[in-house]
């Protein structure tokens, strides 16, 4: 469900982007290596959490 929202709210905001004729504020290439690097930290730190909590106990 959360992946249909963040759909639509993306389809949401580029048809006001296109309404207004507004260029999107980075490349898409840019935006997607962006959101990637995202992900990549939102995984890496539970693991790092749990690295940590081994060393010390």
């Known amino acids: ?3 249909l929202i963040s759909l639509g709210i993306g389809l949401g905001v580029g048809l006001l982007y296109g309404a ?3 260029r999107s504020p980075a490349p898409p290439a840019i935006a997607l290596v962006g959101l ?3 992900l990549a930290g939102e995984q890496l730190w539970p693991l790092g959490r749990q690295l940590v909590s081994g060393w010390l106990s």
């Open 1 to 3: 469900m959360n992946y």
């Open 20 to 22: 207004l004729d507004f």
């Open 36 to 38: 990637l690097g995202m």
